[in-house]
Structure formats: structure tokens, C-alpha cells
């Protein structure tokens, strides 16, 4: 059993691992509203939304995180704009601003020299460079995204329900919706060096639907999530440090692999308890 702990024994891996648990509950918190409101475009819209900041950022030599941050709250912004002031639907307007977004920063970066290594680091992370200033931040981050949803709880779950309802009961529906654009623009923005803009829905949508066929509330649902999402990035940096893979992608991809091996193992579980249910029939008319 050696081999599961030696990685995680040299500084920079047992960060990467930290930093990508705190990741790990702030994307299991958010990803489950995500999941439940059917929110998965604007989180990939909002991870492409923050190129232009981060990459701007690079070229100027100003902390990446404030870039993205900056970025990803004007891309909320504007899609709120767009649907409210324009004849543009929600989806329609967040593709819009996806294509824009994403073209300019792909032009902003091409203006810098270390172009391919930018890129790369943008698109799929840099978890491995994960430092102490980083923990502190995700900590900040979980602490502040965990705080928002128990205060909006209610809010988001009669809106998710029927919105006519959580006006009439005073739930301010537009409000907890804002709020849960907000948590979503926080997860991606906090996601984003642990695996990058190409592959942070990934983190974010995996471990919820992992944990959906084994939850019957939300909170629950949440922390499996988080749990889910922490064995995805343990299990990522093995495959990275013992395959040589990327980190941020290994994590991705091992986030995947669970929710369809939970979904496997969910559906057998059905299919063995209904097999069971019809066995007493047949012994009685057999």
C-alpha cells in the first residue's frame, strides 16, 4: 500500500491533493444546484468567459485568479444584461457570449510569447503549482461558497420547484437565482488552476451525479459530491505521477470514470432489487 501514499509525501503533490479537496467541496456544493437547475452550459460558458481576463493577466504579469475573477463576473453580468434587455433567449445569449468570450481571449494570448505554455496552463490547469497562498484562498472560497447556499437553501429549492411559488411564499426567486450564478462564477473561478477552463464542468458536474443515485437530499447529496470529488483528485494525481499524464486532466477524467461506474453499479443495484421483488410471484404460482 506503499505506492498509495509515497506521492502524496513530496510538498507539491500533498498540496496539489489539499488544494483540489477544497476545490473538490466548493465544485460538490455548487455542482449540485448545477446538476438539479440543469445549469451545465453556463458553468462551461463561464469557464470559457474568463480567458480574456486570464489572459490578459499573463500578458501584463497581474495575478491570474483577479484576471479570471474579473472576466468570468463581466461574462455573468452580460448574459443577465442580454436577457433582459435583448428578444435573445438564455442559452442563446449565453452562446453568444461563449464564442466572444472565448475568441477574444485566444486573441489576447497569441500576443504573448510564451503562448503554447499560457494556453496550456489556461485550458487544462496547473494544480502541481498549487502554493500555500493558493490554500488559503480555496479555504476562503469553500468557507464563503458553503455559507451562500445554507443561507439561500430555501430560496434555491422552491425555485428549482416552481418560482410562482417561492415569490408567493417571499423567496425572491430572481435573487436566489443571481446568487446561484454568483456560487457557479466562484466554483469555476476557484476550479480553475486545478484543472483549467477546458475541463472544470467536469469537477463540477461528475462527483453530483456520482452521488445522485445514492442521496435523497440535498445536503447529502452534496457531501457525497465532495467526497466523490476528493477520490476523483487522489485518484488523478496517482495516474499522473505514476502514468506521467497531465494532473488536471487525470482528475477530470477520473471525476467521469466514477460518476459512470456509479451509474453502472446504480442501475444493477435497481435491476437485482426488482429481480427480487418478482421472486416471491413466481414460488407462489410456480
Do not use: K
Not at 510564451?114 to 502541481?128: K, N, Q, R, S, V
Amino acid at each position: 500500500m506503499q505506492w498509495l501514499t509515497e506521492p502524496f509525501g513530496v510538498g507539491f503533490v500533498l498540496r496539489a491533493l489539499l488544494g483540489g479537496g477544497l476545490v473538490a467541496a466548493i465544485c460538490g456544493v455548487v455542482g449540485t444546484w448545477v446538476v438539479i437547475r440543469g445549469m451545465a452550459f453556463l458553468g462551461e460558458a463561464i469557464g470559457h468567459g474568463m480567458l480574456p481576463g486570464v489572459a490578459l493577466a499573463t500578458v501584463i504579469g497581474a495575478p491570474v485568479m483577479l484576471g479570471g475573477a474579473v472576466s468570468a463576473v463581466t461574462m455573468s453580468a452580460l448574459i443577465g444584461v442580454l436577457q433582459r434587455r435583448g428578444r435573445l433567449s438564455y442559452d442563446t445569449s449565453i452562446g453568444l457570449l461563449f464564442v466572444g468570450m472565448l475568441s477574444l481571449g485566444v486573441i489576447i494570448v497569441s500576443h504573448s510569447r510564451t503562448f503554447a505554455t499560457d494556453a496550456t496552463a489556461m485550458l487544462f490547469g496547473d494544480i502541481l503549482a498549487i502554493d500555500n497562498s493558493d490554500l488559503l484562498i480555496l479555504m476562503v472560497v469553500t468557507i464563503l461558497a458553503v455559507t451562500v447556499a445554507a443561507a439561500f437553501h430555501h430560496s434555491f429549492v422552491a425555485s428549482a420547484f416552481d418560482p410562482r411559488i417561492a415569490q408567493t411564499l417571499g423567496l425572491r426567486p430572481h435573487l436566489a437565482h443571481l446568487a446561484l450564478v454568483a456560487l457557479v462564477t466562484l466554483a469555476v473561478v476557484s476550479s480553475f488552476q486545478a484543472v483549467g477552463s477546458l475541463l472544470v464542468v467536469g469537477l463540477l458536474l461528475a462527483p453530483a451525479v456520482a452521488a445522485g443515485p445514492w442521496t435523497t437530499t440535498i445536503p447529502v447529496r452534496m457531501l457525497l459530491a465532495t467526497l466523490f470529488g476528493v477520490l476523483a483528485v487522489a485518484t488523478g494525481l496517482l495516474c499522473s505521477w505514476y502514468a506521467g499524464t497531465a494532473a488536471g486532466a487525470s482528475i477530470a477524467a477520473s471525476a467521469i470514470a466514477f460518476a459512470a461506474l456509479s451509474g453502472l453499479v446504480a442501475q444493477l443495484n435497481h435491476r437485482m432489487a426488482a429481480a427480487q421483488r418478482r421472486t416471491p410471484a413466481l414460488v407462489i404460482y410456480s
